[in-house]
């Protein structure tokens, strides 16, 4: 299955999930993660395709591709890193 989004989305969804960590209070934890394991952002984007059906009761569907969509692009996981570490 294949996603497109446009940039605006893109900076929608990632801003969605940069706020909501930001609310949990787990940026700064994600972010050391994601950090330290950058260069495997697409085979946990993989994972959390495949895992999908058993993430979906939790987080909707078009979240979860967007998060899939932002691990698989190493940009995309840089920009997200400096939008987690921004506030």
Not at 12 to 26: E, M, N, Q, T, Y
Request: negative net charge; proline residues 6%.
């Amino acid at each position: 299955m294949c996603y497109t989004y446009s940039v605006e989305e893109k900076q929608h969804i990632r801003r969605i999930w940069v706020d909501s960590l930001h609310r949990w209070g787990v940026q700064d934890f994600v972010a050391l993660i994601l950090d330290a394991v950058e260069p495997l952002a697409p085979v946990f984007a993989q994972i959390l395709f495949v895992t999908q059906p058993l993430v979906r009761p939790f987080i909707a569907d078009e979240k979860i591709n967007a998060l899939v969509d932002i691990l698989d692009n190493p940009k995309e996981v840089q920009t997200f890193l400096d939008m987690l570490q921004e506030k």
